[in-house]
């Protein structure tokens, strides 16, 4: 192909990006990125202090950056060029069993792993797997209780009569999940999952299946977009059969 046509066929686009001492952009990177992988030749525009960014925003009439331009047209920020392209930007994507997936995921993972270093027989390994998922799930509740007992306290029965049950919650799920890995005490840890496992499924029961209430699970944390229902249910419903397991180990 002669030079001149080659030359034609190249895709260019214009990105605006903030790049100070101070702050690299992440989505002025992601755009780039983006537009690179769809075959676009990027002229990249660095605004590498505060009043460049300002005076670009001004001049044209954008509230934000990264800015992109494409024939010459404003795309608009990452979310628009993801959906230029095609994408579903995070911000659109309203409810996700992504985090779930991860959770659930890991927590297989780290489990076989476990019998397999331990040479754990196959009861003894499943244990292992649940009491995992369980202490995993803990883990995203910790990080913010504040905004965990916000959101559960929309649908937890027991939590809407005594709210410090919503702050106990996420400790409670976190030292039964520990005593079950230990194997230790398992009367304790059984009676917890049990108790937590069934008021939660109970209270999931009421608000998904009879009041019939769009909500979010608390499951992941306070910021969690997993929709509240069938992955919730499961989830109590394992602790359940975890609590009567463990019971049933004692007698």
Same mark, same amino acid.
């Given at each position: 192909? @002669?030079?001149?046509?080659?030359?034609?066929?190249?895709?260019?686009?214009?990105?605006?990006?903030?790049?100070? @001492? *101070?702050?690299?952009?992440?989505?002025?990177?992601?755009?780039?990125?983006?537009?690179?992988?769809?075959? !676009? /030749?990027?002229?990249?525009?660095?605004?590498?202090?505060?009043?460049?960014? %300002?005076?670009?925003?001004? /001049?044209?009439?954008? /509230?934000?950056?990264?800015?992109?331009?494409?024939?010459?047209?404003?795309?608009?920020?990452?979310?628009?060029?993801?959906?230029?392209?095609?994408?579903?930007?995070?911000? %659109?994507?309203?409810?996700? !069993?992504? @985090?779930?997936?991860?959770?659930?995921?890991?927590?297989?993972?780290?489990? &076989?792993?476990?019998?397999?270093?331990?040479?754990?027989?196959?009861?003894?390994?499943?244990?292992?797997?649940?009491?995992?998922?369980?202490?995993?799930?803990?883990?995203?509740?910790?990080?913010?209780?504040?905004?965990?007992?916000?959101?559960?306290?929309?649908? *937890?029965?027991?939590?809407?009569?005594?709210?410090?049950?919503?702050?106990?919650?996420?400790? &409670?799920?976190?030292?039964?999940?520990?005593?079950?890995?230990?194997?230790?005490?398992?009367?304790?840890?059984?009676?917890?999952?049990?108790?937590?496992?069934?008021?939660?499924?109970?209270?999931?029961?009421?608000?998904?299946?009879?009041?019939?209430? %769009?909500?979010?699970?608390?499951?992941?944390?306070?910021?969690?977009?997993? @929709?509240?229902?069938?992955?919730?249910?499961?989830?109590?419903?394992?602790?359940?059969?975890?609590?009567?397991?463990?019971?049933?180990?004692?007698?």
């Amino acid at each position: 192909m @002669p030079r001149d046509a080659h030359t034609r066929h190249i895709r260019h686009a214009s990105l605006y990006r903030m790049a100070t @001492p *101070d702050h690299l952009c992440p989505f002025g990177l992601k755009s780039k990125a983006l537009l690179e992988h769809n075959g !676009y /030749e990027v002229d990249d525009h660095l605004l590498q202090s505060r009043e460049a960014t %300002d005076r670009f925003k001004a /001049e044209h009439g954008v /509230e934000t950056t990264p800015q992109t331009y494409i024939d010459g047209a404003r795309i608009g920020g990452h979310d628009a060029l993801q959906r230029h392209f095609g994408q579903t930007p995070q911000g %659109d994507k309203e409810k996700t !069993y992504a @985090p779930v997936i991860a959770v659930f995921g890991m927590a297989l993972l780290m489990g &076989l792993a476990v019998g397999h270093a331990a040479g754990f027989g196959t009861a003894a390994t499943l244990r292992t797997i649940l009491a995992s998922g369980m202490a995993l799930l803990a883990v995203q509740k910790l990080r913010d209780v504040e905004s965990f007992s916000t959101m559960f306290l929309n649908y *937890d029965l027991l939590a809407r009569r005594k709210v410090f049950y919503a702050y106990l919650y996420p400790y &409670l799920e976190a030292a039964a999940a520990i005593l079950m890995l230990a194997g230790v005490l398992p009367l304790l840890s059984g009676t917890v999952a049990l108790f937590i496992g069934g008021v939660g499924a109970i209270s999931v029961i009421k608000a998904v299946y009879v009041d019939k209430r %769009d909500l979010r699970c608390a499951c992941m944390g306070g910021a969690s977009d997993v @929709p509240l229902g069938f992955v919730s249910l499961t989830e109590n419903l394992v602790m359940v059969g975890m609590g009567f397991w463990m019971l049933a180990s004692v007698y």
